[in-house]
């Protein structure tokens, strides 16, 4: 029976954005929350006459006719009583022939799906925020696993879906695609959504693996649906999706049964995702057409070498100079920290230890997590001592046990 | 912060005679040397490097090849950088490969 749980919870899941995506592109998006309550009833709706009655032939066929007449019944009563208390016309009034057509196509899906994409991802909402209402909008996530993957409660997500719905309202912003001019532009901010929430979910510090791999199928999922559309696909968001793929494809080796991480050093290679590693080199060929380099290009491009365990002085050059690049467009500082990391394994320990002294990082763990790599063979003792303060600085407690365990061979 | 411009000049940009390996391994010290400034996150605006050829107007409508300016060497890129004073900003000039062929790093702050 659990099982049947979850594979029901999965459908729910995968249908919940579709249907909230196409009733809420032919009723507005000022009806996303009505959407997701007529969404959610046909759930309860389904869960007590399957419970009864068994599983229907086609559940998803099933799941859109209960969704469509209670859509069309709750706005038929709207309309009655609309129409009772206000009596001029309205403009919802005009589409009364549309309300007939609602419809639950793989076509109209496909395309409600991606208007919502792009009126979420607006950025008139913040940052935070649009990954909350893309995570149960479009990855059709229950609030507490939202709150989960944010180290949060739900209320404090609650909170923050509400103020992002309310900020669709008040800023009037309409499910459609952007205007052709304007999609590059949006695009980027599309792109940088999709990149959040699939680092959300593979540096997330909640310890549930099943709920981390599920942030980073679905921000694939959106991907790939970028990729179905011209003006969307373009040689930045392949590079994206390849840097998804790579990354996704070490997600079983990283980790063991008990919850700790498993270093990249360390990490058994034959558990890497072959079929990944090959879609991700797909999407990278496909990237390369095109003048642009965007971050997503480089970041794929390194994220492809380390799909290749055997260290070789090409590897490591080829890295350092990728990173040196993305310095340039986009400084972090753990983008800063990798390139010095590239640049020990390029230059060598005492250039690397001359350049890593500069960082100054002094409240990042993983800063002195490489000094004391670096200061290894130089001097154990300083070695030692950066271990220490990056386990006191470490947040985690499968961080600060991996650092132990550091210490302990040391 | 403050901005500083980094300008190097170099007697020569002449590569012609350098083999793709010496070509390669030049590439790789700027690299380098401006990804360490980088690291630090102290890079503002990266300048296009300049082509070796351009002309040069003065006073009275007369324009030549060049030299740009009467001096020995030739401006061959920027770099503008953020850093708290003078002082830091030449710290971060040093090592700059320019300095390897006899060039010169100068360091103005940007007002």
Redesign the interface.
Do not use: C, F, I, S
């Given at each position: 029976m659990e099982t049947g749980h979850a594979s029901l919870k999965q459908l729910f899941q995968q249908e919940f954005s579709k249907m909230v995506a196409v009733i809420s592109h032919m009723y507005g998006l000022e009806h996303i929350e009505t959407a997701e309550d007529i969404v959610s009833e046909t759930f309860l709706t389904a869960t007590e006459s399957w419970n009864e009655k068994g599983l229907p032939a086609n559940p998803t066929a099933w799941l859109y006719m209960v969704a469509k007449q209670k859509t069309l019944y709750h706005f038929r009563r709207n309309k009655i009583y609309e129409q009772k208390v206000m009596p001029e016309l309205t403009a919802r009034e005009e589409k009364s022939a549309e309300m007939d057509d609602l419809s639950f196509s793989p076509q109209q899906i496909k395309d409600s799906q991606l208007q919502m994409l792009f009126a979420i991802c607006n950025p008139a909402i913040a940052s935070e925020a649009q990954i909350g209402l893309a995570l149960r909008i479009l990855c059709g996530f229950g609030i507490d696993e939202i709150a989960e993957a944010f180290l949060s409660n739900k209320e404090t997500i609650n909170k923050r879906l509400f103020r992002a719905k309310e900020k669709l309202r008040t800023e009037n912003i309409k499910m459609e695609l952007p205007p052709e001019h304007e999609i590059v532009n949006r695009l980027d901010n599309v792109l940088h959504i999709i990149y959040l929430l699939f680092s959300e979910g593979y540096y997330s510090q909640t310890q549930n693996q099943i709920l981390q791999k599920d942030l980073c199928i679905e921000a694939l999922r959106l991907g790939l649906m970028l990729t179905e559309y011209n003006k969307t696909n373009l040689p930045k968001t392949n590079a994206l999706i390849a840097l998804m793929c790579f990354h996704a494809s070490r997600f079983n080796a990283r980790q063991t049964n008990d919850d700790t991480m498993v270093l990249y050093e360390e990490q058994n290679e034959t558990l890497w995702d072959k079929a990944l590693i090959n879609q991700g080199q797909h999407f990278l060929a496909l990237s390369a057409a095109g003048d642009e380099v965007s971050s997503y290009h480089l970041e794929a491009r390194i994220a492809y070498w380390h799909c290749i365990k055997e260290d070789t002085p090409e590897k490591w050059?080829d890295i350092?100079?990728l990173?040196?690049?993305l310095?340039?467009i986009n400084?972090s500082?753990s983008?800063?920290l990798n390139?010095?990391f590239a640049?020990y394994k390029a230059?060598g320990q005492q250039a690397a230890l001359i350049?890593a002294e500069?960082?100054?990082l002094e409240n990042n763990h993983f800063y002195f997590l490489l000094l004391g790599e670096l200061y290894k063979n130089i001097d154990p003792k300083k070695a030692m001592a950066n271990l220490q303060r990056a386990y006191d600085l470490a947040k985690t407690q499968a961080e600060k046990q991996g650092i132990k365990r550091m210490m302990e061979r040391f | 912060m403050k901005e500083f411009m980094l300008i190097f000049r170099q007697p020569s940009y002449d590569y012609s005679n350098a083999t793709p390996d010496e070509m390669k391994t030049i590439a790789?010290k700027w690299?380098?040397w401006?990804?360490?400034i980088?690291?630090?996150?102290k890079?503002s605006a990266?300048g296009r490097r300049l082509d070796t050829d351009g002309k040069v107007l003065k006073a009275g409508g007369v324009v030549t090849d060049g030299p740009f300016v009467e001096i020995r060497e030739r401006l061959g890129s920027f770099l503008i950088v953020k850093a708290d004073s003078l002082e830091d900003a030449t710290t971060l000039a040093h090592g700059c490969p320019a300095l390897d062929a006899n060039g010169s790093v100068e360091i103005r702050a940007i007002l």
């Open positions: 050059e350092l100079q990173y040196n690049e310095l340039m400084y500082p983008v800063a390139r010095t640049l230059n350049e500069k960082l100054k | 790789k690299q380098d401006v990804g360490g980088a690291a630090q996150g890079v990266h």
